[in-house]
């Protein structure tokens, strides 16, 4: 099986004053998108960082 790939993307934007932060995570593969279904890899991982 093939190693799960996971990308992340993200970046600021400016509006008048105020600066806005973005990120987006995705699956890169299928044996990312099984490892997202079946154990919510990408998931417990953004909970994690919650805290």
């Known amino acids: 099986m093939a190693k799960a790939e996971f990308f ?3 970046g600021v934007t400016r509006k008048k004053d105020k600066r806005r932060a973005r990120v987006g995570v995705y699956t890169g593969n299928l044996a990312a998108m099984s490892a997202e279904a079946r154990h919510r890899t990408l ?3 953004l909970d994690a960082g919650a805290s």
């Open 43 to 45: 998931t417990r991982a």
């Open 8 to 10: 992340v993307d993200g």
